[in-house]
T-cell receptor, first 120, second 107 residues
């Protein structure tokens, strides 16, 4: 399993950015996928989840209405469209695959992350 | 409440045992999973479910749960276990929740 994030960089407050995660080593369409972020020196924060067929989508309250998760199963890719970015969105953004076990989901594989810096 | 609470830091002597705890109401209904994160690295799943280790995770890592508290135990801590450890679960709304993390120092 390999997950590779891209699209990070420096953006001004109020700006937009689109992150991508390219997956390999597993049947991408069969698994829920997620974005998790980590502000510099801080802990982990779940951002969003999407089911294999995109029928189930969920967001943390901190990003609801500003971020949009999507996926392209034909291209084995996961995306996060981030609009109206705030300074507090500055973080490393990780793509994480879900494992479904015992009626519960767990983040079993993670990418190396991509850094988003929101600053004027 | 959907919060998970962890002690900020613990220390353990090399070869000894340390327990890291995670408290939250959601843990009465859902299992916690545990992640190890070394500086500059992505989180690594070490425990999921009742007490399951992914392939490649040493058996010195184990988990238990009682009431609203989940625990991760490292039996015979090694120098390479020095890291931040995070618990994770879900709340009743399906949101995924992380604890604030525990920094483990191996002396």
């Amino acid at each position: 399993v390999q997950l590779v994030e891209s699209g990070g960089g420096l953006v001004k407050p109020g700006g937009s950015l689109r992150l991508s995660c390219t997956a390999s080593g597993f049947t991408f369409s069969n698994y829920n996928m997620n974005w998790v972020r980590q502000a510099p020196g801080k802990g982990l924060e779940w951002v969003s989840s999407i089911s294999g067929g995109s029928s189930y989508i969920k967001y943390a309250d901190s990003v609801k209405g500003r971020f949009t998760i999507s996926r392209d199963n034909a291209k084995n890719s996961l995306h996060l469209q981030m609009n109206s970015l705030r300074v507090e969105d500055t973080a490393v953004y990780y793509c994480a695959k879900d494992l479904y076990f015992g009626a519960q989901y767990y983040f079993d594989y993670w990418g190396q992350g991509t850094l988003i810096t929101v600053s004027s | 409440s959907s919060e998970l609470t962890q002690d900020p830091a613990v220390s353990v002597a090399l070869g000894q045992t340390v327990r890291i705890t995670c408290q939250g109401d959601s843990l009465r209904n859902y299992y916690a999973s545990w992640f190890q994160q070394r500086p500059g690295q992505a989180p690594l799943l070490v425990i999921y479910g009742k007490n399951n280790r992914p392939s490649g995770i040493p058996d010195r890592f184990s988990a238990s749960s009682s009431g609203n508290t989940a625990s991760l135990t490292i039996t015979g801590a090694q120098a390479e276990d020095e890291a931040n450890f995070y618990c994770n679960s879900r709340d009743s709304s399906g949101n995924r929740v992380f604890g604030g993390g525990t920094k483990v120092t191996v002396l």
